[in-house]
Every structure is written in C-alpha cells, then in structure tokens.
C-alpha cells in the first residue's frame, strides 16, 4: 500500500496545475467542478494548502448569480471539444462553460475542513458556498425542494442510460441551426469504443448551443430547453450540501443559517421521496419534467440517494435488497447501471467508478449497512492496487478502463487508505 500511496501523490503532483489539479492529461486538460471536490478530499490527507487552494480556484471561477461551472478553462490547452470558444460563457476572470455539475464542492469543504481544523478556511467558504447553494433552489428548482439540471454533461453520469429517453425526445436540428462539430474524446480504438456515441454527441452539442444562442439566461432555457431532468444523484448531492453547509455554520457559531439550511434539506429530502421513489424498482431515479415522467432507469445514482440520508427505513430496505440483487453480484462494486443496455466497459453504462463507491460508501454507513460498505471500499482498494489509477473498472474482469493515472481515483484512495490507517 505503500508504493501506492507514493504513487497516488505522484500522480496528484504531476496533474497539479496553478491553483487546481486537472482530472487526466490523456483527455481532460482543465479544471471539472465535481473532479476538483474529490481530488480536494484526497488532497487534505498529504497537502492542506493545496486542498483548501484547489476549492478556492474552483470557487473563483464562481459566476456572480452562484452557478459554479461543470469546467473552468484556466489554461489554454488543443485536443479538448468543446472548449471556450463553443461555450462563449464565463466571468471576466475565467470562460467556463455554461452548466454546472453537482454540488460537491460543499461536503469537499466540510471534509476538508474537518482535517485541517482550519477556523479561517471554514468562514472564507461558508459566504460563497451558501452563494452557490442558493443559486440551486433559486435559479434551478421548479418547487423549492428538488432541483434540476439542463444537461447530461451536468449530471456528472452523461452517459447514463438514464438520458436515453429525453435525448430521444427532441430533434437536435430543432434546437441547433449548426452541428458541425469535430470529437476530439477518442484518443484511441479502445478508447473509442467506451465513449458516447455520435447520436449521443449530436444532442449534447446542440443543447451547448441553445444555451449559447440564447445566452445562458436561465429564464429562457426554462422555457424552451427539451432536457430539464430532477436527477437523483445531483439531489442527494444537493441534500447532503445543505446539511453539510448547515454544520458548518453551526460550527462557526450561526445557528439561524445552520437552521435555514437543516430545513431546505429536509424540503429536499421530502420532495425526492414523494417524485423520484421507485417501489418497483426498490430505489429513486431521475425525473423528466419537460415530459412529466420518471426515467425508470436501476442505476447506481439512485443507490447513491443513501449519501443524502434520503430513503426513509422503509425505503432503505428495499434500497439494499436491489443492491445487494442486482449491484454486488458481481465480482467487483459496484457497477454504475445494471439493466438491458448495460455494458461492463463503456463510460457509465456499467463500468464501476470510484467517486461513486466512495459516495456509496459514505451513505450506507449512515445507515448502519456497514458490511456492505466496507465490501465497497474493499473492492475499490483491491481495483486501484491491482490495476492502478484508472478512470473506471470493468466490474466483472476488473481490467482498469478510460484514462489513466486519473486524479479522483488517487485522491480517493488516499482517502480510504488515511481511514485505514486511523482505524
């Protein structure tokens, strides 16, 4: 575990950049919101400065009305599709693109500040964490309970069979006059074959060009974006960010936010209970609200609901007999989808990925499913010593798969291997 460890910090080193680490030099040459929130959580065990930096880069990109972009273009860098110039987004320090991704960002925070037990750190984050937070319910949420993304890309999972059901309820012609467009995510044959497809790609590009053409006002694309999807996982996220920012402000001595944000988790909580259970399916999925629909779709993210304490008990057992049926019978956790369309090697169709299990984790200890948590994290140690720092695993063979030496998947087994070494 040793070497491990000195090759995880190796590697965290070398994707370092001014002020922030990129996910992978293969393909992601920029700062990702949710990437640099994990990287930040690994980070905290062997470097503080540069946890608490890499959260303050990742905030300075912050847009004035709160959105924290899915990616903030800090360096010039070639091979990328779509890079500033498609987006046409951003501040006047940064262009970024013009979604977001799940709001991480805060329990990275309260993680980080609980190693470092640094009081300044804490009351620097919380004005700009309860910023971006509030963005959420204000500019992202039909009801004030659940909130709502624009994008697959904005899920973190985009190629979640999940999508497959609104990607094919609009023509992207309808929305894009122009989808001429060059990929530049297929670094190889092998490589290729894991990645979304080009009817995947067409839709993808032409909801980023709807968004440009009508400049990112949220008003606007509340109106006339075909994909306006209450995805699980951002939720469960977003619950778990309000109780998190909550015990920050308590800790700093503010009980009237700390209580503010206990209720908007509770409202979150009750309004992903009531929309995005699936009793058939014994766990929550996402919601369609163009087309007025559950995405009826047995994914990891519904799993993943565990990390925002949202199943009631009830919900919980029915949660855990699906995961123990459907997502660890397989010889590594815990695939990212089990169903008709799954495929062990292709992006989030079935591959396993750490941040998820870490998630995973984290949730059913909450709920006292220790076992199994910790089969989780077993499997995910076992998978980085075996295989290295890969972007994914097949679940079944184990064979690490997409890009390498990729930053979350070292960040968090320092994480998990800090936990061991405390035990």
Known sequence: ??????????????????????????????????????????????????A???????????WPNGMV?????????????????????????VATSGITQPPMLVPAARRVYEVTSDDAFRDEMLPL????????????????????????WATGMDDSPAWVPVLESFDP????????????????????????????????????????????????LREVCPFLVEDVLTNS????????????????????????????????????????????????????????RKLRVNSVAGLVSVFGEVPTNEQFGRLRENLRENFLDYDYACPSYVGPDMD??????????????WLLADGLRRYGAVDTADRIEEDSLELL????????????????RGSDRFSWSAALYLDWASDMTHE
């Open 52 to 62: 608490k930096q890499e959260l303050r880069t990742l905030l300075d990109a912050m």
């Open 173 to 220: 012609a309808d929305i894009a006059t122009n989808l001429d467009y060059a990929r530049k995510d297929r670094k190889s044959a092998d490589l290729s074959e894991q990645r979304p497809t080009d009817w995947d790609y067409d839709r993808y590009v032409a909801l980023v060009r709807q968004g440009k053409a009508l400049d990112w006002d949220e008003s606007r």
């Open 1 to 50: 575990m040793t070497d491990r460890r000195e090759q995880a910090v190796a590697i965290l080193r070398e994707n370092r950049h001014e002020g922030y680490t990129i996910p992978s030099s293969t393909l992601y040459p920029y700062q990702w919101n949710w990437d640099s929130a994990f990287i930040a959580v690994g980070l905290a065990h062997v470097d503080e400065a540069a």
């Open 129 to 152: 964490l309860d910023q971006h937070l509030s963005w959420w319910v204000d500019e992202r949420s039909f009801d004030g309970d659940t909130v709502y993304v624009r994008h697959p």
């Open 237 to 292: 996220i977003f619950v778990r960010a309000c109780d998190d920012l909550a015990a920050l402000y308590a800790g700093a001595g503010d009980e009237a936010k700390a209580d503010e944000w206990r209720r908007q988790a509770e409202h979150s909580r009750a309004g992903m209970r009531e929309r995005l259970w699936d009793e058939e399916l014994g766990t929550f999925v996402s919601y369609d609200r163009v087309n007025d």
């Open 385 to 400: 010593e075996e295989e290295g720092f890969r972007e994914y695993f097949n679940p079944e063979t184990g064979a690490g």
């Open 344 to 357: 062990y090697d292709r992006y989030w169709r079935g591959p396993a990925w750490m941040n998820v299990n």
């Open 69 to 93: 972009p899915q990616i903030a273009f800090w360096a010039d860098a070639e091979g990328y599709f779509p890079g500033p110039d498609e987006w046409e987004a951003g501040t006047d320090e």
